[in-house]
Each structure stands twice: as structure tokens, then as C-alpha cells.
């Protein structure tokens, strides 16, 4: 049975001699897995839409196998502003890897595919279309967080709730205070300030959080960092444009 879906290709590899398999990321139907045969060959009417961070109408025969079978591939957006530019490629491609460890863990649950979809796609058009490249990773970092259920406390001290917060720490699980702060933490007040707007934040806010510019990167470092620690996420992505970034 053919089924008619919209996809963000997350990854790509080889298969067989002429053919791909797909990770594909979509809008009603999670992620799946397709074969695209003879999307190798120059002459494959497939194999531009097949290509990692491409927004892609896919028409697939599914089949009872967790593989499923393209038929054809139509590309939406390419992101041509994303893959004109080494910073932006590898945020884009480090929150494709994101999204595809964290769905390995969901079993059946849709609503949550679809925000995942939806906060990817978002994602991808804000770092397409702008320049606040460190607001739409910190955005988006900050509501995986919320999906998977660590979220670092913005809201007053993680230990004991003052609201008279001094810095941020990653093994407390938020903001602390400096009577809670036994580890002589400290963050300046832009950075708490950055912090927990990037925490409260939406895709919808990215417009209004370049008023607050420049974001430092070390802000998002300590916003992955809860990924790293509460979510054992590390990838080399992440890695990658840590170096970047460092060596720029």
C-alpha cells in the first residue's frame, strides 16, 4: 500500500550497490526507515531529494518490515542557506542527530514525534533564514530538554527556591544560590538572564531573543551539557562544532 507522507531526511547511508537507506523524520508518521533504490545513479530522479537535512514529500510502499520501500521523492526546501555555510551545517546536522537518538527511545507516541518534527523543521527554517545561529541551537536544545524530562530548574535555586540565583549548575539540576552554592560557581548576570530566556523559549520567541544578543557559546555548552549528563548524549557532531567554534 502506497502511503503519501512530508519528511526531513535525518540521515543517509549505503545500501546495496545503487541504493540508500533513509532515516526519515516526518509530520504523521514518526520516523521510518526507507530504501531508495537507484537514487546512487546520476540519472535517479530520486536522488537530490534523498539527501540529509532536505525537506522531502515522499510517496513509500509500507510495507509489515520496519523497512519500507520509496517510490518517489520531491524536494520542499534544501536548506541552500544552511549548506552554504560550515557553522550552520553542523548545527543542523548536529539537531538531526539529536532528534534521532532521543526518538530511538520513544515507542508509539505520536503527539511526541510530532513536536519533535515540528521543533526540527522550525529549527532548520529560523537557522535558514537568520543569522542567530547560537539562539535557534540554544531553543532548540532547551525543548528537547523539556521533552525528555530534564529541564534544568530557571525558576528560583534548584536546592531551596530563593530567587536570589548567583549560577548555573549542571549537577544540581538548575540554578543556585549562593547559600546553596558549595562549588563557588559563578555566572554573570547577562548569563543567568540568557540562560533562562533560552529556557522559557520557543521557536515562535527566536524573532523576539535577538534583542538580547550576543549569546555567548558557552551558554549553549552549559544547556548541552545537561544532555550530556542527564540524557548520556554526547555526539561527535556536538564535538565538531565545539571545535569549530573554539577555532573560529
Known sequence: M???TEGIILKQSDFKDNDYLLRVITIDQGIISLIAKGAKKTTSKNSYACSPLTLTSIIYDQRSSSLHLMQSANIINTYRNI???LIKVTIATLMC???DIIAKEMINEDDDFKLLYVLL???LNHLDQDDSDFIVLGVFISNILKVMGIAPQVDGCS???????VCISIKEGGFLCSNCNIESLNNSVVELKQFRLLNKASCEHITILKQFEPFDF?????LYGYLIAYGDINLASWRFLNELVINK
Not at 159 to 165: D, E, K, N
Not at 218 to 222: E, F, P, Y
Open 159 to 165: 536546592l531551596c527556591g530563593s530567587s536570589h540565583v
Open 218 to 222: 558557552s551558554i549553549i555548552t552549559v
Open 83 to 85: 549548506r552554504a555555510d
Open 2 to 4: 502506497n502511503d503519501k
Open 97 to 99: 542527530d539529536i532528534i
Open 121 to 123: 523543521k522550525e529549527s
